[in-house]
């Protein structure tokens, strides 16, 4: 009933910047943690930063002050800005949301389908 639906990834090249949005929809009542993951060939899924609805948020070491997480809690958005993006960066990007849907005796988690960034010259 509830859908995350991300956006803004594509072909950047080398020191360029990307925002990816992510936006959940559906009968929601709350939602909570939100967060950015990313999942390169051959790689695991990696965290890449967590934010809460008051807007406290962690980072992965590898991110190194490239990467800045926000939300909008009004229109149930996480964005991603990413700069000085590396090769190492290509991956498909998710997103992941704690979700309180009403109705419904428990949270969820949730992922959005992914968006593909590729930094490549």
């Known amino acids: 009933q509830v859908q995350l639906v991300e956006s803004g990834g594509g072909l950047v090249q080398p020191g360029g910047s990307l925002r990816l949005s992510c936006t959940a929809s559906?009968?929601?009542?709350?939602?909570?943690?939100m967060g950015w993951y990313r999942q390169a060939p051959g790689k695991e899924r990696e965290v890449i930063a967590v934010i809460s609805r008051v807007g406290s948020s962690n980072y992965a070491d590898f991110v190194k002050g490239r990467f800045t997480i926000s939300r909008d809690n009004a229109k149930n958005t996480v964005y991603l800005q990413m700069t000085s993006l590396k090769p190492e960066d290509t991956a498909v990007y998710y997103c992941?949301?704690?979700?309180?849907?009403?109705?419904?005796?428990?949270?969820?988690?949730?992922w959005g389908q992914g968006t593909q960034v590729t930094v490549s010259s």
């Open positions: 992941n949301a704690d979700v309180d849907i009403r109705g419904v005796p428990s949270s969820r988690g949730l």
């Open positions: 559906g009968s929601i009542f709350r939602i909570n943690v």
